[in-house]
């Protein structure tokens, strides 16, 4: 049992991706398996990490992954969400311009419209 | 296609662990499609194994003995296949001679040189693992950060302002504004860029980045019992990593990535980044120091010895790396090589760089192998290499340091030249003459630009305590106050430390604002410390190494109470950037080869065209042809500076302009304020165009146009 729930749906033609538990190095791998084929498929993607506890820095490089592949076919990833502690590491770390930031799954929904 | 290779698939296995046979380049560790390449030299091992570690665990999981055949020529080769390299922490045990030099101990697991992040003090201050096992360990680092269109500025060495500054001390005192989580970052100084632009400043210097031990002093501060803190980190654990605890992300180990986010930004700035590198000796010590690296790979290769097999010391610090061994100077290359490719790092300033044109035996070389092939290299091809000329074995070389035509050197002449002036001294007035043209004296066969300029740096006093105590006060670094530099120059302008003397306070405001009028005045390359703009003191210790306190700390609070201070430095930083005849590359010729009608550079005094060069003079005035600014190519206005160090004003007559340009007035220190300096290109017109009077211990500048 992954201490990470994952669940992806569709909202007009916006991939949703929804998180509930911690992104580590034990769910990290899972998680990847299941953003490739999304990241692939949609142009706009939102990450909704609001049910989301911690993210550890291998987590961290899922969703730069995700950023990175997605980037190919010029697509855009929204962040929803997100706790300020995730919010400052990632400035820090110089990649949270990358991506469209939102307050909540139903605020990203009407930015990307 | 991959997996149809040979070399693809592992041939050993221990523990669960698959490997093979790995490839001797690149050194250190490389992640390679199906796993991790370690590699590591060793002259004299007569063993190694690779010792792997789970992030957080004190004991390994795995020990992988070399087998023979993985040891090509020197270098111990191996690959291994699926290690998680988020997680992966990484050693190596040595075995070998303990005799004659050698100093291998196979109880100890060191860390790999080419290491491109050590964990251990993920966090400033925090003890990760036990000292007994493997305290400071190697990891993989990812090379994914996005530069986007990033690059090097290249901006020409004669046109950079640089700002030294500590990335801990630019923001960790809370007046700084930067949240908890960033204060004393990386990030926390990416937040305070647009200061750096409003100062105007285009490069900063940071003082050591590279990992080091902020906990290795067992001493503590003999007033208040606290643990002495390694603050300045002149003491690298590895060459290639970025300091974590610099960095907000450290315990995610995202402080590469934390800096690069830092360098592009203060691209974006204008802003170039040079390193203040420490290749002279490591934390290791002498014969009582730790085994944390080096030591333990190969002592003899990586260490100067003396015949004895004890360590040299030319550092002062109880090692001396060997720096011209052709391993050990491959290392340092490689080394700068990686943090310009990686890092986008345009410049390097090279503690006790001495130590870097020694031989084997400490010997003083003339053309040195190391500095020699630093100075062709072709990635290093336009990055600044800034030499602190002299080191702690008695080699000074102000002015002599092998430059093939690429190194500048920190001034020291002209940092001791012009404390002196400042503080009155008889004599000084030819030695200034030279100093502020960028001194040609010490630089004749090289440009201007080989002149770094300063005044302060964080070895000695601030400019505030300067001009603020005669002695140093270095008591509470637990050394009996024997530490720190005794040749300070400075005068404390008649009251030890701080004073309610509105008389004494005046004159040392006067003073500071001199320093920075002459400095950012002067031909060549001018270098501000960090909080001088705002007057930080240190309460007299001139030697702030061990103090990771309010002692070292910027307090942003200085700015508003002395907002004079910073908007003087600011508009002198504008001045020079705004006039090209202030940033000549070459050397001045003391003669009109353009046919403007007068010379690139006069000498004056009370007297216009008649400097008093005697002994007693303490005044000197000085005009630059505008005509000849950057050789001609660049027509400017003419600058005129005029110093009076006498302790009474005196009349200065000034040269005439020679057609219906006039004399404005850009800065007179002697001036009340806001008088003292006007907004650049609004300079007024000097009231009398044949002479001034010139205030006490006071600096003017005019602007001819």
Redesign the interface.
Known sequence: MYALEISTSEHAGIGIVSLVGEID?NT?PVLELELLPIARRYNRIILDLSAVKSV???G??KI?MLY?VIKVHDGQILIAGMKD?LR??M?????LN?FIVAESLQMGLAAFE | MLDQRIDYYPTHEKDGVKYRIGRPLPLGATIVPNGVNFAIFSSAATACTLVLFKEGEEQPYCEIPFAPEFRIGNIFAINVFDV?A??LEYGFRFDGPNTAGHKFDKTKIVSDPYGKILSGRDEWGVEQYAPDVYPFRSRLM?E???WEADKSLNVALEDLVIYEMHVRGFTKHESSGV?E??AG???GL?RKIPYLKELGINCVELMPIFEYDELEFPRTNPFTGAKLINYWGYSTTAFFAPKAGF???GK???QG??L???V?DLHKAGIEVILDVVFNHTAEGDHRGRTLSLRGIDNKVYYMLAPDGSYFNFSGCGNTVNCNHPVVRQMVKQCLQYWVAEYHIDGFRFDLASVLGRSQDGNPLSNPPLLESLSYDPILANVKLIAEAWDAGGLYQVGSFPGYGRWAEWNGKYRDDVRCFLKSDPGMVGKMALRVQGSPDLYEFRSNSASINFITCHDGFTLNDQFSYNSKHNEANGENNNDGANDNHSWNCSVEGHTQDPAINALRERQIKNAFAILLTSQGVPMLYMGDEMRRTQHGNNNAYCHDTELNWLDWSHLEKHENIFRFVQRCVEFRKAHAVLRSKHHFQNKDYLGSGKPDITFHGAKAWQPDWSDGSRALAYMLCGAHAKSGFLPDDDVYVAMNMFWEALWFEIPELDDKRKWHVFLNTGADEPSDIFDVGREPILLDQHGLLLGARSVVVLVGR
């Open positions: 190095a990290a550890s820095s291998v961290l490089r730069l990175r502690d400052s590491i400035w820090a770390a110089g990649f990358y | 998680d988020e997680t990812f994914d950060f996005d949240a989580q960033e970052t990386f990030a990416r960095a907000a992300t995610f180990g995202m990535d934390e690069k986010a830092l592009k």
